[in-house]
């Protein structure tokens, strides 16, 4: 239920960067998911759709930070929480540490926990609600998702470029870290 948006209303906000000659994309992602409930069947497939997605079609390159330039892509990303920290281990095609950095949680407890809460309802919905009715609960939930993807793109500037698209595809990643059955 990943849905695409162009990165229009956000660009004006994001530094113009060139892009670079290899390709800065993710080819490979791995979730920690260690000590996790087992997701229930809605929320593995939004895990499974945002994968796909992804994979075939993203834009995510490493930033120069501190005078250093990154390792060229494509990159495998593995995501996880560790002591309460959302950590991106960042490495190459060929599995060597590109960068890894991590990004404090707290600014996004109540954007996870509101969309949790409007996916319950979506699910929900879906098994019991007219089409008409599921659309409005649909754009709610997609606001959210909008909302949670912004605040990544905020929080990776610096760090990492990359777009709209692969930002929420990635806030559907780490809401899936957040389940607890």
Known sequence: MVCRYKRDSIASTRP?????PKPSRIVGIHLDDSGLPAPTPEVEQERRVAI???????QFGLVERSGRIPSPGPYRLQLSVVEGRLVFDVRT????????FHLA?????QVIK????ICTAYFDAVKRLPPARIEVI????????????????????????TDMATARRLFTLVCVLHFKG
Do not use: C, Q, W
Not at 52 to 58: A, P, R
């Open 114 to 117: 509101d969309y949790a809460d």
């Open 105 to 109: 949680l707290s600014p996004f407890r």
């Open 138 to 161: 649909d754009m709610g939930r997609r606001g959210i998702h909008d909302e949670g993807a912004r605040l990544l793109l905020e929080r990776l500037d610096g760090k990492v470029e």
């Open 16 to 20: 113009h960067v060139t892009e670079s």
């Open 93 to 100: 095609e060929d599995d060597r540490p590109a960068a890894a």
């Open 52 to 58: 796909f997605d992804i994979l075939e079609e993203n």
